[in-house]
């Protein structure tokens, strides 16, 4: 049976290159980078070198980047870290409903601790408008963080119209790029952030790899205390393997990014097919400004799991809502947001292509989808409801 | 040149029977654990398989183990964690001299949040009397924290005891087990702890994985927010090559701990020849309840530093203070707080043995050391003082 790994936002298969660059810090090489003595300095090298690296990626210097083991932890980092640093000068922070899930209970343990947060809402695609970030200010803003895009619909954020309303108010503007760093270009400068976050795996790096870049001169409250590692901002024996493949992973994707994005939009552009193959099917997120392999539907009167499964049994691997939330079994918050009815919402189903795809992959999902659908609809509780011309048609999203 | 690790308390090589588990979730088994498919599946069964494995260590429950990414992200998340659950039933923390500096500056990160922190002193072999505790405890205590064993000096310190004290208050009782676990039996209902910390590079597992032991039942505020993972108490894609390789060091640590704790305690009790090889060395910590590998000594008139150089240029790899503290170029707070003269600590030197080292190793260093001390000496500003009979025997720390 083909196998159709079509979740690359959940996580991605880490590239044979950059095991082959990780391998011999788990072995010759596995000296602790504080070490005194040679084998330590290999290690340092290494971590020195993926500095370096990341710091391409979005045209930081290296001294900018903090690595983390994960982008939830540099959210975490960067949402606390800034809060806690600049409480003094106000207790306001701002996020949108479209952030991830350790953005939002990073902001909602800020406030128990008794900040105010201010949760932007979000157009019909999930766009944050600019214009509401500019209302949402107040005195006490300290600050603003708004994802680059949404894992969940794909939709890219306008962060350079919303970084430079922060600049000019000088509050402090966080971005979670952890779906697009690696992924869509990026220049830290030309943004205008003053923080970022990433994550090795959504990039064919490995697991347990994360950075955050800290604009220069900007004091930060680490989250993780401890010995002087990262300058003394994050703590914890350095995972030298996994950094060293963060840092060729992203060597890897400035070099290939062209050419991953041109595949990535043509397969997903290809798959996008799969609305008119079945009835009801709608695209979620923004139909233009989006990831370049991103693909993002709620398919009426189904539910998100039951489709996995069918999918899952037939290889093809995808995902309903967040890889954190899908366990969760609740409608995505994200989707509700969008004004996506909560009904509508369960029957989410993303797919995200990566660069190994092929055209066969996207030629199988679009013979095998519509019988999926099909299957599920006759057994449906809503089934007596589908399928009347126009009703569906007339959903929300694609208001 | 013969090369000789003598620093496997700062990092362990990687086991190559570990690495060899580890590989297939590098590869084929790239999936995310949270996703609903066969291939998210098979990383999950890897996480629940390895909870298994590091339960067993310290004979704990599976689902009383949440993975976290460091020992010091463990240590972090155990002080803060409950520190910030119980805030209402009080804010007085009691932790020890002999501290991590996770566990130290987490205490420094919840003093500026308004708690207050009594620092339990030692003795002069660094053990902290559980007597000292009793009377350190208030009506407001809520939390204690006492290392398993130090890292730098490898005094065993009297946990039972402790934990005995805290139980009866009603108080919380954390340890930081990441020198111990794996290297020492640990068994958590006979400590009698209710939180406990671990790292897999400790015990020939990765760097990039860590564990806390948090007792069923106990609440406890997350470090890192966002997703379901770890029930919801520490987020992040997991790291699940280095979870499963944790998960099989923990198990072949279990199956071969009594043959490498006889093997580190003979090399060691080889080493401890060191002492008469050179005049004024001293052995630093308890001279009998100590971890099994550990010899650490203070060597008079000479910085450590400096010893390191000289015995890296010969192959020879050890330490001077914490691995984490070791390049802040400090007199270690650790030798400060068990009564050891500042100059006298900066003479630090800290040799730990593994599974792998020799006889022969042992007799290496047995000839070089002697040389590296008369050449240091002969340079030292401090070479009028030495070798004076007597003198250097009188010092504090074998009094």
């Known amino acids: 049976m083909r196998k159709c790994y079509f979740d690359h936002v959940a996580t991605n298969p880490l590239d044979s290159r950059v095991l082959d660059e990780m391998m011999p810090y788990f072995k010759e090489e ?17 971590i020195d070198n993926a ?32 809060a806690l640093a600049r409480q003094n000068e106000g207790k306001h922070v701002i996020v949108s409903k479209m952030e991830h899930h350790s953005i939002l209970n990073s902001a909602r343990f800020l406030e128990k601790m008794g900040f105010v947060v201010t949760y932007l809402p979000v157009d019909k695609h999930g766009v944050v408008d600019p214009d509401t970030v500019k209302r949402a200010i107040i005195k006490d803003t300290t600050l603003i963080s ?42 830290i400068k030309d943004l205008g952030v003053d923080l970022l976050s990433m994550a ?6 490995p697991k347990g790899a994360g950075a955050l870049y800290v604009r220069e001169g900007l004091r ?12 003394g901002r994050r703590a914890g024996t350095e995972n030298v393997p996994a950094i060293a493949g963060m840092g060729k992973a992203a060597e890897f994707a400035v070099n290939e990014m062209n050419s991953r994005i041109e595949h990535g939009r043509r397969l997903r552009d290809k798959l996008l097919k799969i609305k008119s193959s079945a ?13 370049p392999g991103h693909a993002s539907f709620c398919v009426e009167f189904i539910e998100g799991e039951a489709m996995l499964l069918l999918l899952s049994a037939k290889g093809v691997y ?26 509508l919402a369960q029957g989410s189903i993303v797919f995200t292509l990566g660069k190994d795809n092929t055209d066969d992959d996207i030629e199988y999902l679009l013979a095998e989808f519509p019988q999926v659908i099909k299957r599920l609809r006759e057994i449906s509780p809503y089934g007596k409801g589908w399928g009347i011309e126009g009703e569906g048609g007339q959903c929300i999203v694609q208001k």
Chains 1, 2 share one sequence.
């Not at 391409?56 to 983390?68: C, D, H, P, Q, R």
């Not at 954020?157 to 309303?165: C, G, L, R």
């Not at 967040?322 to 969008?338: H, I, Q, R, W, Y």
């Open 30 to 46: 596995f000296g602790n980078p504080l070490s005194m003595y040679e084998l330590g300095s290999k290690a340092k090298e290494a």
């Open 220 to 231: 930060i409250v680490p989250l993780i205390y401890g010995g002087i590692q990262e300058n």
């Open 146 to 187: 708004v994802t680059h895009a949404s894992s969940e619909v794909g939709t890219i954020e306008p962060i350079k119209e919303i970084a430079a309303i922060a600049r000019e108010k000088k509050i402090i503007f966080h971005t979670d790029a952890v779906a697009t760093a690696g992924n869509i270009p990026i220049n």
């Open 279 to 291: 009835e009801n099917v709608h695209l979620t997120g923004h139909p233009e400004n989006r990831l």
């Open 318 to 343: 995808a995902a309903s809502g967040s890889a954190c939330s899908s366990k969760a079994l609740k409608a995505s918050p994200v989707l509700l947001s969008m004004g996506i009815p909560s009904g």
């Open 51 to 82: 500095r370096v690296q990341v710091a391409s990626l979005i045209g930081s210097k290296a001294s900018e980047i903090v690595f983390t083991a994960s982008g939830a932890e540099a959210n975490n980092f960067a949402l606390r870290g800034i």
């Open 200 to 205: 090795a795996h959504q990039f064919y790096g």
